[in-house]
T-cell receptor
Framework: RKEVEQDPGPFNVPEGATVAFNCTYS??????FFWYRQDCRKEPKLLMS???SGNEDGRFTAQLNRASQYISLLIRDSKLSDSATYLC??????????FGKGTKLSVKP | SQTIHQWPATLVQPVGSPLSLECTVE??????LYWYRQAAGRGLQLLFY??????ISSEVPQNLSASRPQDRQFILSSKKLLLSDSGFYLC??????????FGAGTRLSVL
């Protein structure tokens, strides 16, 4: 069975904190990896792709460990606007994605 | 630039009534198209995908069907809705790099 597992949270953090989310996937043949962000009652939106060498986009850093089938997302200097659910996403066949259930983040003033 | 449209945004339907949700993509040709459902407290479940006109693949057996009558149009239908069909229905498209882009979704309540 193809699965993506995430800690549902919620993660309640103060503004300015650093927070990390983890995700594991079961299909070793997965080729592409992403983090999406979903605001309450809205559609998911791509936050960033995840590359084997790790990649950074401003305050966001994503890491991939293929051997352990593990993906992470680090958010530095959290903002109130970062409050959302973060979805870990992997491919299992050309173009088709499997979504984790998401990790909820709440950033408090 | 490419855009994806879904309508309606919200729908309340009685059990046993039919359903038709429409999704259209603009600014691209021959996209892959997808229908997902997100039930309350659950992850996104892929329902159908299409790689071309008239080509539909179903991921899960259910009370729903999909059609792609035109290159950039994807329709989700049901002849008779069940209570369990309630949820947030999302249409998505992609072409390269496996990145999928979502429409704003339709929130369906079956009563």
């Amino acid at each position: 069975r193809k699965e993506v597992e995430q800690d549902p949270g919620p993660f309640n953090v103060p503004e300015g904190a650093t927070v990390a989310f983890n995700c594991t996937y079961s299909n070793s043949a997965s080729q592409s990896f992403f983090w999406y962000r979903q605001d309450c009652r809205k559609e998911p939106k791509l936050l960033m792709s995840v590359y084997s060498s790790g990649n950074e986009d401003g305050r966001f850093t994503a890491q991939l460990n293929r051997a352990s089938q593990y993906i992470s997302l680090l958010i530095r200097d959290s903002k109130l606007s970062d409050s959302a659910t973060y979805l870990c996403v992997v491919t299992y066949s050309a173009g088709n994605l499997i979504f984790g259930k998401g990790t909820k983040l709440s950033v408090k003033p | 630039s490419q855009t994806i449209h879904q309508w309606p945004a919200t729908l309340v339907q009685p059990v046993g009534s039919p359903l038709s949700l429409e999704c259209t993509v603009e600014g691209t040709s021959n996209p892959n198209l997808y229908w997902y459902r997100q039930a309350a407290g659950r992850g996104l479940q892929l329902l159908f995908y299409s790689v071309g006109i008239g080509q539909i693949s179903s991921e899960v057996p259910q009370n729903l069907s999909a059609s792609r009558p035109q290159d950039r149009q994807f329709i989700l239908s049901s002849k008779k809705l069940l209570l369990s069909d309630s949820g947030f229905y999302l249409c998505a498209w992609n072409q390269l790099k496996n990145i999928q882009y979502f429409g704003a979704g339709t929130r369906l309540s079956v009563l």
